[in-house]
């Protein structure tokens, strides 16, 4: 390269002021091998501390004297870990969510690549080959026959000669020796050693062993309109809406199989939860070794070798969870998005990113297509469906036309009535009952786990909360605790009550420990089990699947957890045990995710041949959200609360910037929030933008830690996102606060 100098960008730059560009000097033996994207170690600050960089650019033009500029020391990987299109992709990232370039970039390298400066490589092993003629090799190996002491040596030799080249590791296991006689062979000009890229080899081979179904007319016609769009190479959002069963995986497994067949390559994403070996099965059953699959449970290492895999073009699909949308395959045509309503696309992490505003930018950038899928579509992806932001594909029906399950609601209220205080509803007993004597299998289903959700006293009203946090504890079962779910905090069970002293301590609220506890009492001859947080560390959960899969166990108790994709054709009965906690979170939200959760739940039944059947206990069950649900009528629910959001001017109809401001201590949270919203009012001159607070955040104290929130709503998402984050600037820059923290988010997808 003509430059002598390099613009490198600091890794791990959170910090706004050293989010910019450094120079360094280009050493001689540097200038044929450094490019743009690459990642480089230099010499960092006052004392040269050695910090990791990108190669941003290149230059010539330096306003400062040449002596000054410091040299790069050395690269780290042997290729650029960046394209200029992922370079774009971070720029779009920085100016989106107001995050940093070095954070952006960061989250697209795997996890272990960073800080402890290991390459980005396959691994290499170091081989040992002939370099002399054989009949030197020969002359050589005669005259140290019958030396005792190089014995190693010849038979080294004696295996080179066969051979040619061979791993030395290899060498070492088999004749039992150590390094040193590989180093004097070479140093002898016998032999050479050198480094190799270890072939890739998939770990296990897994043979493609299924075809595609035949399509129902449906299915072909979506397929038809997907394998169109692909063959004009330009760039469509695809919202694919289909009750569960319909047969959207089926869909998006084919069009990749053509994608794929062409030589292009498909990112398939779906929620972390539901990437279980049943999923990566169907994928593999059809793919074979062309499919990577990373998640957080792998090991840094193995991560890194998908990473480099998708790169050199050794696999051609990739499924993981969000942050997969970031695999860096060269010749990209189709990111899958599937169960594109989930909040876990959203990154809670700095920076956080929507994972299918980023899917987007890489499909418009590669000419590609961005194809979400969803049986209950998030709301704002159905709207932009009906403006024809994207294009929408329907399938009405299941496959084999199998019926939907029959669904019920239970009236809890009458149940106090007759003096059934148990979690199970008469009819529910009754239900479970038939079905385990047919051998079918039953789901229950809660989104509380613990005992009791809520400890308090009889006499004094006085609930339990946790010391560090504002939020009431859950009572535990085997630990006989009460547990804090936001900070992991436990507290002895008080035996009498903290403020009053009565004996009168009750336990309220049901969660997941309490259904299974009574299921093994009215059911003592079912096999049960129960899966939420607290049964599936260590990678529990997939053991408790299988077994339930195997028919090992009846009627399996869980969280959201037991909610998504699985497709177990024995289930007939789902029991929803409480609805109506889902309906009151404080969030606009709360009715989407409440139709949301009851149609994924409703869907677990009636998978197989036998009709399913689903009881809804709640205490109120003429909420239009839950009759709506019953019928599982997207559509008429989607009409019921856009109507709803349009009045109210929440998403899609505006845009919500969110600061949330952070500190131990109560008083400087208060004054700083007050302070901020001043700013945010004095250049609110317009009123354009809508502000609300300071308040205290839903939950106002997590770890010691107090939390109050600002909102700003506007229908402008650029305006409202330079504002939102010119206030916090100016505050920091004028006032300089440091006792608090403050974290902003722009169209967040849960408050507390
Ligand atoms: P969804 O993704 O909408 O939940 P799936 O693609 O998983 O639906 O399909 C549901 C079930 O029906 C799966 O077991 C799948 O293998 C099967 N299936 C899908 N399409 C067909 C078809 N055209 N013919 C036969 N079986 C199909
Ligand atoms: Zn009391
Ligand atoms: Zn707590």
């Known amino acids: 390269m003509a430059e002598n100098y390099a613009e490198v960008l600091m890794e791990f730059a959170r910090a706004e002021e050293i989010d910019r560009t450094f120079t360094y000097r280009i050493p001689e033996e540097l200038k044929d091998l450094l490019e743009v994207g690459m990642r480089v170690r230099?010499?960092?600050?006052?004392?040269?501390?050695?910090?990791?960089?990108?190669?941003?650019?290149?230059?010539?033009?330096?306003?400062?004297?040449?002596?000054?500029?410091?040299?790069?020391?050395?690269?780290?990987?042997?290729?650029?870990?960046?394209?200029?299109?992922?370079?774009?992709?971070?720029?779009?990232?920085q100016d989106r969510y107001g995050t940093t370039l070095a954070a952006a970039l960061d989250i697209m390298l795997p996890p272990g690549s960073k800080g402890n400066k290991i390459a980005l490589n396959r691994k290499k092993t170091n081989y040992i080959k002939l370099i002399k003629p054989k009949e030197e090799v020969i002359d050589y190996m005669t005259s140290i026959k019958n030396n005792k002491t190089l014995k190693n040596q010849y038979n080294?030799?004696?295996?080179?000669?066969?051979?040619?080249?061979?791993?030395?590791?290899?060498?070492?296991?088999?004749?039992?020796?150590?390094?040193?006689?590989?180093?004097?062979?070479?140093?002898?000009?016998?032999?050479?050693?050198?480094?190799?890229?270890?072939?890739?080899?998939?770990?296990?081979?897994?043979?493609?062993?299924?075809?595609?179904?035949?399509?129902?007319?449906?299915?072909?016609?979506?397929?038809?309109?997907?394998?169109?769009s692909f063959n004009k190479k330009t760039h469509e959002t695809f919202l694919l809406h289909g009750i569960t069963g319909s047969g959207k995986t089926e869909i998006f497994l084919q069009f990749i199989e053509n994608i794929v067949d062409e030589g292009y390559q498909a990112i398939v994403l779906v929620p972390e939860i539901s990437l279980t070996p049943q999923t990566v099965?169907?994928?593999?059953?059809?793919?074979?070794?062309?499919?990577?699959?990373?998640?957080?449970?792998?090991?840094p290492r193995e991560r890194m070798d998908q990473w480099v895999l998708a790169k050199e073009g050794k696999i051609s699909i990739m499924i993981g969870p969000r942050s997969a949308v970031f695999t860096p395959f060269k010749n990209l045509k189709a990111i899958v998005i599937d169960e594109e309503h989930e909040t876990t696309y959203k990154s809670d992490t700095t920076p956080k990113y929507q994972t299918k505003e980023v899917a987007k930018f890489r499909m418009e950038q590669e000419n590609g297509l961005l194809l979400l899928a969803s049986a209950t579509p998030d709301l704002e992806s159905y709207y932009k469906a009906s403006v024809?932001?994207?294009?929408?594909?329907?399938?009405?029906?299941?496959?084999?036309?199998?019926?939907?399950?029959?669904?019920?609601?239970v009236d809890m209220r009458l149940e106090l009535t007759t003096g059934n205080k148990y979690v199970f509803s008469s009819k529910?007993?009754?239900?479970?009952?038939?079905?385990?004597?047919?051998?079918?299998?039953?789901?229950?289903?809660?989104?509380?786990?613990?005992?009791?959700?809520?400890?308090?006293?009889?006499?004094?009203?006085?609930?339990?909360k946790c010391d560090h946090c504002n939020i009431t504890m859950t009572y535990h079962l085997g630990r006989n605790k009460l547990m804090c779910h936001y900070c992991g905090m436990g507290k002895e069970n008080p035996n009498t009550c903290p403020s009053c002293k009565s004996k009168f301590i009750r336990y309220f609220g049901d969660g997941t420990q309490k259904v299974e506890e009574q299921a093994r009492v009215f059911f003592p001859n079912a096999n049960i089990a129960r899966m939420d947080m607290d049964t599936t560390r260590n990678n529990k959960h997939e053991t408790i699947l299988k077994n339930f899969k195997d028919g090992k166990i009846d009627i399996l108790v869980g969280t959201q957890m037991i909610a998504k994709g699985h497709d177990f054709p024995n289930v007939t009965l789902?029991?929803?045990?409480?609805?109506?906690?889902?309906?009151?979170?404080?969030?606009?939200?709360?009715?989407?995710?409440?139709?949301?959760?009851?149609?994924?739940?409703?869907?677990?039944?009636?998978?197989?041949?036998?009709?399913?059947?689903?009881?809804?206990?709640?205490?109120d069950p003429d909420h239009y959200c839950l009759q709506i649900a019953a019928k599982q009528d997207y559509l008429a629910f989607y009409n019921e609360e856009i109507e709803l959001r349009k009045q109210m001017k929440?998403?899609?109809?505006?845009?919500?910037?969110?600061?949330?401001?952070?500190?131990?201590?109560?008083?400087?949270?208060?004054?700083?929030?007050?302070?901020?919203?001043?700013y945010y009012k004095f250049y609110n001159k317009e009123k354009d933008f809508e502000l609300y607070g300071p308040i205290p955040a839903a939950i106002s104290k997590i770890a010691d830690i107090y939390r109050w929130r600002i909102i700003i709503k506007s229908s402008d998402r650029k305006r409202l996102n330079n504002y939102g984050l010119y206030c916090i600037d100016k505050l920091r820059e004028l006032d300089k606060p440091s006792t608090i923290a403050i974290q902003s988010d722009i169209d967040p997808v849960m408050l507390y």
């Open 42 to 93: 230099v010499p960092f600050g006052r004392g040269n501390r050695t910090k990791e960089g990108y190669i941003i650019s290149f230059t010539n033009s330096i306003d400062f004297p040449p002596s000054k500029i410091k040299f790069i020391y050395s690269i780290i990987d042997d290729f650029p870990v960046f394209t200029p299109a992922a370079l774009d992709l971070a720029y779009y990232m």
């Open 156 to 228: 080294i030799l004696t295996i080179l000669l066969d051979i040619g080249e061979a791993p030395i590791n290899e060498l070492m296991e088999e004749l039992q020796i150590t390094r040193s006689s590989f180093n004097s062979l070479s140093k002898k000009g016998i032999t050479k050693i050198y480094t190799k890229l270890e072939e890739y080899k998939a770990k296990k081979d897994f043979a493609i062993t299924e075809t595609g179904y035949l399509l129902n007319r449906e299915q072909e016609d979506a397929l038809d309109m997907l394998n169109k």
């Open 281 to 299: 099965g169907r994928f593999r059953r059809r793919f074979g070794n062309k499919v990577g699959i990373t998640h957080s449970r792998l090991s």
């Open 388 to 409: 024809d932001e994207y294009k929408l594909l329907e399938l009405t029906s299941r496959v084999y036309d199998r019926p939907l399950p029959q669904i019920e609601f």
């Open 428 to 464: 529910l007993h009754e239900e479970i009952q038939k079905t385990i004597d047919k051998n079918e299998q039953v789901m229950l289903f809660l989104n509380r786990r613990g005992h009791s959700t809520f400890v308090s006293c009889r006499s004094c009203g006085y609930a339990i």
């Open 574 to 619: 789902v029991g929803i045990m409480a609805a109506d906690n889902m309906l009151y979170m404080q969030d606009f939200r709360a009715s989407e995710r409440t139709f949301q959760l009851i149609t994924q739940v409703t869907g677990r039944a009636g998978r197989g041949e036998k009709p399913g059947k689903v009881l809804i206990q709640t205490y």
């Open 650 to 678: 929440y998403p899609p109809f505006s845009h919500i910037f969110s600061v949330l401001i952070t500190s131990d201590k109560e008083d400087e949270v208060i004054r700083w929030a007050n302070r901020l919203m001043e």
